[in-house]
């Protein structure tokens, strides 16, 4: 885990961007350099977290991660190696969470590196669901729970705990499903993901 320069002030929501995929249907292009409105796609989801009033973003890399930190400009930011990307973003998670443990967050505030059509509008709302280590929060869009997602740190251990290959918290939101939050967001983003060639469309 690498610093590149002390988060300013503590924030109870840290922001957390999963952004180790290895863009296996891309032909193998990391999704976080993939190119949004002239920058790194990364770039752009770190920008919409700070935006949205997170002050400690940290980001999970895994596929070309030396590229990445060459050639995103992700001053501020925690960045965190995950060794096992390549087996889900499960591990991913984990590895973000673990990195926030003895910080000052309270909770994390959890989006994904390659959706591009949620901006900051979004994600405020859903950090605005904060309420304290056991708050649960999603995004909704027409009712249908998405990302960004916010986890208390109460709820943690119990993430890493389920949180396998792809799977990320899913069973673990299904499991607590009665207890989350769901933010409607549908009226201001686009929760579109960019996992394939046609997907490459919605690049601007």
Not at 25 to 31: F, N, Q, S, T
Not at 133 to 145: C, H, P, Q
Request: aromatic share 4%; net charge negative.
């Amino acid at each position: 885990m690498t610093t590149q320069e002390t988060p300013r002030e503590p924030d109870a929501v840290a922001g957390l961007v999963l952004a180790a995929g290895g863009g296996r249907r891309l032909g193998g292009r990391p999704k976080a350099l993939l190119t949004h409105r002239g920058r790194p796609l990364v770039e752009h989801a770190v920008a919409v977290l700070r935006a949205a009033g997170c002050t400690r973003v940290h980001v999970v890399l895994g596929a070309a991660a030396d590229a990445v930190r060459e050639r995103a400009r992700l001053d501020g930011c925690v960045l965190v190696d995950n060794p096992d990307w390549a087996q889900g973003m499960g591990g991913s998670l984990r590895v973000g969470l673990d990195s926030l443990a003895g910080t000052d967050a309270r909770a994390a505030l959890v989006s994904l590196v390659d959706q591009p059509g949620i901006g900051p509008e979004a994600v405020a709302r859903v950090r605005a669901a904060y309420r304290d280590e056991t708050s649960l929060a999603s995004a909704a869009y027409d009712g249908v729970r998405g990302h960004p997602v916010l986890f208390g740190a109460a709820h943690w251990a119990g993430i890493a705990a389920t949180a396998t290959g792809d799977q990320g918290a899913r069973a673990y939101l299904k499991a607590h499903a009665a207890r989350i939050t769901l933010v409607e967001c549908g009226d201001v983003a686009r929760a579109y993901d960019i996992d394939t060639e046609a997907d490459l469309d919605h690049l601007e």
